[in-house]
Nanobody, 123 residues
Framework: QVQLVESGGGLVQAGGSLRLSCAAS????????VAWFRQAPGKEREFVTA???????YYADSVKGRFTISRDNGKNTVYLQMNRLKPEDTAVYYC?????????????????WGPGTQVTVSS
């Protein structure tokens, strides 16, 4: 029902910043719970951050204090601002959304996913 596409990934040096965008179409994204997950080669998909439709935000310990999730409802877009990037942040980053989510950190609780965008942090 909602289509998602990520953008903003790329190559950045350690300590640098990137801003990822998750643009939605087909539905109003403000009504959805939205999360960012990431997956490195050979690793399981892991939770990064989430924002509920009501506004509550959640962060994995590994990114707390460095990453910020936000919404621009006028653009139907959710952003992930990533600062002080580390090589271990290297992964494909995915945007996910669902109107009903019990556990914001569980990938299986989200029905809608973007194709992902690559983030590479060099040392």
């Amino acid at each position: 029902q909602v289509q998602l596409v990520e953008s903003g990934g790329g190559l950045v040096q350690a300590g640098g910043s990137l801003r990822l965008s998750c643009a939605a179409s087909g539905r109003t994204l403000s009504r959805y719970n939205v999360a960012w997950f990431r997956q490195a080669p050979g690793k399981e998909r892991e939770f990064v951050t989430a924002i509920r439709s009501i506004g509550d935000t959640y962060y994995a310990d590994s990114v707390k204090g460095r990453f910020t999730i936000s919404r621009d409802n006028g653009k139907n877009t959710v952003y992930l601002q990533m600062n002080r990037l580390k090589p271990e942040d290297t992964a494909v980053y995915y945007c996910a959304a669902d109107g009903r989510v019990r556990n914001v950190a569980a990938p299986g609780d989200y029905d809608y996913w973007g194709p992902g965008t690559q983030v590479t942090v060099s040392s």
